[in-house]
C-alpha cells in the first residue's frame, strides 16, 4: 500500500495512491482516508486524480535519525573506515520537505551534495529498547530521502549538525510504501538540467547495508525512544556529488517510486 499526504483544494488529507506506476502518474489516483493513517483505514468516499493534488512530505517526524558510512563503498570514498556500530546523527524536523521542493541551497556552504538514502517510517507502537522482532513490527513503512549534506561543513565543523540541518535539507517522499520487503532493493540517484539529460550518480543496493534494517531500528530504540512518525535515513551508497542551482535531484528506489526536487540559490 502506498500512504501519501497531499494538499487539495479543500486542505491537506492523508490518502491511499492507486493505479499502476507503470502506466505513469496520469494513470494514478489517490483515495482520501480519514484522519492519520496508523491504524483501521477509514475512507472518506472522496477520491482525486494525483495530477490534481500536490504531494508533501509523506509524514512530519517529530526528528529524523540518520546513519552515517552503512555502506562500505561509500564510507571508502571519504577515506573513513566502516564503523563498528551504526553511525548516528540528527537531522532536525525543520529540515524536512517534500517532492518537487526545493533543495536551497545556503549562503554558508560551496559544496552541497546529495545522499540518496532508503527512509524508514516508524509505527503507532513506536519503539523504545526493542528488539530486532519488536524493531520488525515497529516499522510501519518506507520511503526515498536524500540526506543532503554541506559537505565543506561537515569537514571544517568536526561534528555534522550544521552541515545536515540546513531547511530543506531533508526531501522525503513521495508516499510510504508498507509491506515491502526493502533486503535487496535498488538506489538510485540522477542529477541534471532537465528529465532528458539526467546523469545517474549513485546506483547501489541495500543488500550492501553494513547493518540492516531491524538492526538499526533496534539500535536506535536502545539510544532514544523512537515515535510514532518518526524517520531513519539508513545510509547512502557511493557516488556522493555535488549540486548546484538550476540542478534536478531524483532519488528512487525499487518497489517505492521517485522522490525529485529542484535546487535553488538562497533567495
Known sequence: ?????FAHAKGMSFGVVEGESEAGPQALTIAEIEGHPFGQLQFSGAR???????????ILPSKVICVGRNYAEHAAEHGSEVPKEPLLFLKPSTSVIGPRDAIRLPIFSKQVEHEAELAVVIGATGARRADRAAAEKAIFGY???NDVTARDLQRSDGQWTRAKGFDSFCPI???ITTGLDVTDLEVRCEVGRDSAEMEVRQLGRTRDMV????ALVSYVSHVMTLLPGDVLLTGTPAGVSPIVAGDTVTV???GIGELTNPVVPVG
Request: charged content about 20%; glycine content about 4%; proline content about 10%.
Open 48 to 58: 482525486w486524480a494525483l495530477s490534481d493534488v500536490r504531494l508533501l512530505s509523506p
Open 211 to 214: 547493518f540492516d534494517v531491524p
Open 143 to 145: 520511503t526515498c530521502a
Open 252 to 254: 528512487s528506489i525499487e
Open 1 to 5: 500500500m502506498r500512504i501519501a499526504r
Open 173 to 175: 517522499g513521495p508516499w
